[in-house]
């Protein structure tokens, strides 16, 4: 296994550095300021695939870690590490960085500013699924708040400010339980053991030692949980998420569904799973119970969209559900297929976007009785659209499909009844997705659609890599979910203890079964 010190520090800040660069940029040479921050997500995205190159998949442990003394007389401390788990989540963000700034060639208004957020928000971001102290993850949650709130503020649609201002206020408020729940976290770590830490790894090992209350877990549990099912969002906390999509530019959806979502799975799967077992047990049921929900209620609303932009929205509520029934199903093929569906999400629906945007600066709307016919007028287009709807819906061969099948099969292990219903969300995307793409693209085109101009060769580089790495995922899963393995197995231990070391004996085979190719 190879490592280079300092590497996740480096990659974490490098785009820091480049929006601190950018200050210096005369702000009317608007091409140079994009060329040179394309540059610099390029060369993050380049060092990111270093941790895939150099991470070892038998490995459970953090690894790439780097530790230095940050405030020591408060327990507060620069430690950075990756696993599994967070791996494909770092280079999923470097990967969608890198084609949100390309798209964003089509900014004409403040192009030095809003160049300046994108790199801002990819370090707040990086730093989230990286950083092993809790104060630390609590600073980069917080800081990746404010890149987004300017860019949905100053280059959203007609409502932007009232979106910004509500996409704010919900996450800032569960973020505030959350703060209160790592203090209390600090103060039980130092009556157990009497030091004084925000250390997550010792805080894990000392709660794994001497177990919490289960009346406590639950109360710290449901502070963590509340900040991160609103960040997923989870139903009924997913309200701010329609209004911030539709009134983002699209630069900031694609980085809004593909990556800022998976913060709140994520924060589950780092936080609430392992710290708090019992709770966590404990509240599976009504977990579950809201990602069915979640599913069905998404895709209904979505299939009486108008709006292309609002119906793909309103599809990350249903996608996003299965991603937190496999997590709650506490199982090896659940827990594999929700990380893997969290990447999955981010490619297909980071393109939905982008392909959504590409008709909007066409034709400047995206209602869906403005169109059809495009199939004739943009034969390119509809063939990319009809790949990434496809691989939306879950066609065998794509990455959906990896994604569902496991997170079901995980259901199924835990609870038929709510799994035979989430199911019934495949067909209900399927519905609402393929009678979209109808209308959409079928037809004879209207006057106003009859001579739009099909893709230009820098959204076709834009839109080829995504289809690629749709099939890949789809064919050959195991590329991804082998380096996950070990850290999920050893997630499940910390959940389920003795029981879940022997459940794991029995049926992580059946795991690499399905995903081997």
Known sequence: METTPGLLTFII????????????????????????????????????????FGFNGASAGMQFREFALWMPQFGIHYHLGIDGIS??????????????????WVVEQRVKEYMFFMLLLETGMLGVFCALDLVLFYVFWEAMLVPMYFLIGMWGGERRIYAAIKFFLFTFFGSILMLVAIVALYYLHRDMTGVATFDLLKIQQALATSPLDLNLQLWLFAAFALAFAIKVPMFPFHTWLPDAHVEAPTAGSVILAGVLLKMGTYGFLRFCLPLFPDASQVAAPLMLTLAVIGIIYGAIVAAVQPDVKKLVAYSSVSHLGFVMLGLF?????????????????GISTGALFLLVGMIYERRHTRLIAEFGGLKRVMPVYAAFFLLVMLSSVGL?????????????????????????????????????????????FYGEPSEKNASLPDLNLREIAILVPIVVLIFWIGLYPSTFTDAMQASVENLIRQVNGDAGAAWLAQMGETVRAVTMR
């Open 13 to 52: 800040f490098l785009p820091l550095a480049g929006a601190l660069v950018l200050l210096l940029v005369p702000r009317e040479s608007k091409e140079a300021i994009r060329w040179f921050t394309l540059a610099v997500t390029l060369l993050v995205f380049a060092l990111s695939l270093r941790l895939y």
């Open 87 to 104: 791996l494909w989540l770092v280079l999923l963000t470097t990967f969608l960085s890198v084609l949100a700034v390309a798209f964003s």
């Open 329 to 345: 199903a506490l199982n090896a093929q659940g827990l594999t297929g929700s990380i893997l569906q969290q990447v999955n999400h």
């Open 396 to 440: 065998p061969s794509t990455n959906g499909f990896v994604g569902e099948f496991l997170t079901l099969l995980g259901g199924f292990a835990v609870h038929i009844p709510l799994t035979v219903i989430a199911a019934s969300g495949v067909i209900l995307a399927a519905v609402y997705l393929l009678w979209m793409f109808q209308r959409v």
